[in-house]
């Protein structure tokens, strides 16, 4: 199972990888074909649409990579028990955060499905699907996180 996630993640790595440099080379690119006049129009709608997925994935990258972003100047101040009781407490607002973006985020997509790209003639909810499954993707991340920490709580306890 350890092998299937961390190949999960590495793949989620490289495709954000690569949508970024998309990104960048679709913004470039455009700008450069509009100053000579002559525009890409697509450009912005596939810039647009990975853009979408980048923060998302982006995210979840992150959120594995690092630990909370926290102010650490005080809560390393704070009794060993209370930073536990924190780092559990933030947590579990963003899970339900993210479960709150997973279930508004799936009817909005399925709403869009009706709505085009103008240049690409496929569906938003391409974009909008990003919401919900990158949610998901950070949730399974943060619940990974949760029973690590659990579990190196237990081995210091015995």
Known sequence: MKKIYSTFCRLEEVIASIFLSI?????????????IKYPINWAQDVALLLFAW??????????????????????????????????FLWYFIILVFLGILIRYGVPLSLENSKRLFQTLGISYSWATMSVPVCSA?????IILKLLNKIKRRKQVDS
Do not use: C, H, W
């Open 137 to 141: 993707f950070m949730m399974l991340t």
């Open 54 to 87: 980048v923060v998302f994935l982006g995210a979840d990258v992150a959120l594995r990579e690092a630990d909370f972003v926290s102010v650490d100047m005080f809560v390393a101040k704070l009794p060993k028990k209370l930073q536990n009781i924190l780092y």
């Open 23 to 35: 990104v960048t080379l679709m913004v470039f690119l455009s700008a450069v074909a509009r100053t």
